[in-house]
């Protein structure tokens, strides 16, 4: 088996193991983007209050505003810290190739994130003895540094997407600075901006006079105004949403563009939430200087974190059926891999044991097969639910479906196993279809292996292509 090495399994039960990682990531997001974009807002706020005078800016700078950011900061690094956890359980070999691609990428960035941690905490503690060219500095230090860090984190991300040139090179800055990765940090660093604009003016609202009692409404609105320069980079983002498109891979377009439903479906709400967002942030906000109550301000971060949200489904969502584009299928498995398997078999190799009880080794083997290609995106009858997808086909459909599993459908990798592992998957579905009976009698299997061979030898090893009939040979 060459160097293909079984990693201990994660079993995450009715939750899908690809939504538990784009569960915990959409709210990652949100806050890192929140926390950078506060850095612009917390800049823009200190320089008001020191060349203007603006008392009531450094009050809000000073109060709870900082509180907030120091809050979603610590629970952005907590958050993130999770999402290690739970993608090295779920892919570890994905980031096994991303650390050794870009080791000294990784710590450059927490390099810039211990700037920003300490600048901010610096701030934080010392912000009302310091004069305020020195709060600036180390604002402009805070921002710059989280800013900084999404620049290298960025280059990552987006490498997985759009390897480009890095594919044939196997240069760092070839991935790093990858076909997708200015459209990607622009609109990420506007989405920020809107972000934290938008969290600041619904936190306007808890302002507090010096007196104690609630701020009049001049003062907010004043707040509000001088905060929706912020909103007018958001104009700008469905520019770059198109550029953006542009620049990931045919195949994942079209998934976004009908191919799939679901993230069509998700590409259409990320697209609609921040267009009205936009809409409202730059002719309401920032050219009509509309005062917000607290109800609207909360519906619009509502309509951020959905857009935040839908985004990050889609952005992940059309890398299938990689991990990494062209290198690594989703299921951790690479395209020589599927080669050797097709031939040499793949699960009957896992060593770790299957938790349910099955009736006999045949379904055990089907269990392990399930477990190593198809659980990263897929439960028995939870999420994306196996049963519910199968539902109605008949034994053969099934097979010949699953043998021909790139072409069923264009997003999921090539069944990688031989006839038998493909035999011992559909009767593993058949038998949770019957209800897991104590006996189960699976059919004449010599004929049977010799029909799936025929469908796997046809189906290839080839991933699916966009377009393309569902024999496509
Ligand atoms: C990269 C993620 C991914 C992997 C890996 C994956 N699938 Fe899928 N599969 C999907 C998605 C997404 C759908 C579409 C679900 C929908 O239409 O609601 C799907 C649909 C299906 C369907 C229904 C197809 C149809 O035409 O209606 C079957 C059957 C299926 N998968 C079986 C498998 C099997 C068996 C494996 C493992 C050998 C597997 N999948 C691996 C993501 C994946």
Known sequence: MGDFAFYPIQDYGPLMKGLAIGGLGIFHVFLAQFAIGAGFVLCLLQWRAWKRGDELARR???????VLVLV???LGAVTGVAMWFTSIQVSPRTIGMMIDEFHWVWATEWLFFGVEVAAGYAFYRYRNRLTDSTRMLLLVAYSVAGWMSLFWINGILSWQLTPGEWLL???VWDGFFNPSFWPSLLYRTFAAATIAALVAILVVHVLRNPDGGPATREDKTRLI???SILFLPTAAMPLLGL???ATIPEDSRSWLLGGSPAMSMFLAGAVATSTALGVYAVVGLFARKLYVNVGTAALLVGLAFVATGAGEFVREGSRKPYTVREVLFSNSLTREDVDRMRREGSAHRDPYPIREEV???QLELGARVMRLQCSVCHTMDGANGMLHLVGPW????MRMNIAKLQHTK??????AGNAEELEALVQYLSWHRAGRPAEWRAEDLADVLVRNQIWLDEAGTAPGRAHQKADGR
């Open 394 to 397: 008949q034994t053969d459909q």
């Open 72 to 74: 979603s900061f610590v």
């Open 60 to 66: 809000f700078l000073d109060g709870f505003f900082t």
């Open 359 to 361: 009736p006999d080794s």
């Open 243 to 245: 550029w953006y498109l």
């Open 169 to 171: 090179s196997g240069g």
């Open 225 to 227: 105004r001088s905060l």
């Open 410 to 415: 264009p997003f999921m990798p090539p069944f």
